[in-house]
């Protein structure tokens, strides 16, 4: 006897954490797994499928330009109902903290099949920060009985909430298991713009900002520390693989149009990010998946948001959180150009996030909730401080 598995995911982040979990699990022969793409992002959704070979058996292709999170849930609800009553599934699993991972464990809930949360207990403790994925990472694991935690902290997290301990297992975090799988493969063919901004003199800044709550005010302010910079620093390049969000385009489109020392693209394939991240000397981002693959890779981080619900690469030294103010942004980016000291203090190579075996764990621990092991899986401890 099989058992159904429902995997969902409708982001870039998510498609990219889930992958290898969607290839173990297709590899154990007592789960059938069917894939649902929400379609929450359509073109950067579709890289991360087409770099994996995923199968997708539906595509609820619920993107909009300029959609509203509102429309995202409704549209996930409503088109996961029929298919989750046709298909049926013993276990619906989700990822991460976007509205697609929300929506989806909400319809799973309505039809009463068990979820399983991947890169549960992540916390700022703070509603607002980031949003909307504080609040729906809390909701999320509040439904759902497997919580797939990839740190000690976040564990720790969950269970200060109530979570009970049985239904918490420390796995890692599966994005380093596609960033090891995907950085021993050779490096790509630069595309011709990313050719020419490597061959330039000078350090290169691989830059990425999205988050909802920089819209506006803050946003404008991280663009303008990279105006500053770039005035300050006459052979530095950022490289700027720009979100499709017209309002992260136009905002930094607008501010920094025409500047020589940054070179924007459209959002690059996995691949090519990821030997881009191994390339470049340092990153300046708000995305949660590159604070945690930035580390493996030994390079420093400048996060630009107030508040982090990943304190690990903080801890290691390998992170630091600038916030969004053009000032702070600025003096700690001319700190990593010009005194080694400092740069060489955040460039070590620590993988507090994971082993790459995170979705081995996670697929033996749903083999044991099934009954297929007799024996939970054996959780993931980073490696103790030296
Ligand atoms: C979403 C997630 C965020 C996650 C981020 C990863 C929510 C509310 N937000 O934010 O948690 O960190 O993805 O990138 O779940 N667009 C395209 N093509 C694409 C993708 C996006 O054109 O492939 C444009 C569309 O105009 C779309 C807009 O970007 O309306 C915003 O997409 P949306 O998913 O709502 O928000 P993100 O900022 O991408
Ligand atoms: N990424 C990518 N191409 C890009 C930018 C990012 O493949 O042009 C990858 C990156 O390596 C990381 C993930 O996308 O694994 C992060 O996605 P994003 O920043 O959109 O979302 P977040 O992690 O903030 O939710």
Request: aromatic residues 6%.
């Amino acid at each position: 006897m099989t058992r159904t598995l429902f995997v969902s995911f409708g982001t870039r982040p998510e498609a990219i954490k889930m992958a290898p979990v969607v290839q173990e699990l297709h590899r154990r022969e007592h789960f059938h797994v069917i894939t649902c793409l929400t379609g929450q992002h359509r073109e950067m959704l579709d890289q991360v499928v087409e770099t994996f070979g995923l199968p997708v058996d539906h595509d609820l292709d619920v993107m909009r330009r300029t959609q509203s999170l509102t429309h995202i849930t409704s549209a996930v609800l409503q088109g996961l109902e029929p298919l989750l009553v046709e298909r049926g599934a013993d276990m619906v699993l989700v990822h991460g903290d976007t509205t697609t991972t929300f929506a989806t464990a909400l319809a799973a809930f309505y039809h009463q099949i068990p979820v399983a949360h991947v890169e549960a207990g992540l916390r700022t403790d703070t509603l607002y920060n980031p949003y909307p994925e504080e609040a729906n990472r809390r909701l999320t694991d509040r439904l759902a009985e497997l919580l797939f935690a990839p740190t000690p902290a976040a564990r720790e997290s969950l269970l200060a909430e109530g979570s009970p301990d049985e239904g918490v297992l420390v796995t890692g975090n599966t994005v380093i298991d596609a960033l090891m799988a995907t950085a021993e493969k050779d490096p790509p063919q630069w595309e011709p713009q990313i050719r020419e901004a490597l061959s330039r003199p000078g350090k290169k800044i691989l830059v990425t900002v999205h988050r909802r709550e920089s819209w506006g005010v803050p946003m404008q302010s991280i663009a303008r520390a990279i105006r500053e910079t770039c005035e300050r620093h006459e052979d530095v390049t950022f490289i700027f693989p720009i979100h499709l969000n017209p309002v992260v385009r136009e905002t930094f489109r607008g501010i920094l149009g025409g500047l020589r020392g940054v070179v924007f693209t459209d959002p690059l394939s996995y691949r090519p990010f990821v030997h881009l991240m191994k390339t470049v000397d340092l990153v300046i981002t708000d995305s949660g998946g590159i604070q945690e693959e930035a580390p493996t890779l030994g390079k420093p981080v400048l996060v630009m948001r107030d508040t982090t619900e990943r304190p690990e690469g903080i801890d290691a030294g390998t992170a630091r959180l600038v916030g969004t103010d053009t000032q702070a942004i600025a003096a700690a980016l001319s700190e990593l150009l010009t005194d080694q000291t400092a740069y060489s203090r955040m460039a070590n190579a620590v993988n507090p996030y994971g082993d790459g075996k995170a979705s081995a764990r996670i697929a033996d621990q749903l083999e044991y909730f099934f009954g297929y092991r007799q024996e939970p899986a054996e959780a993931f401890g980073p490696p103790a401080e030296k």
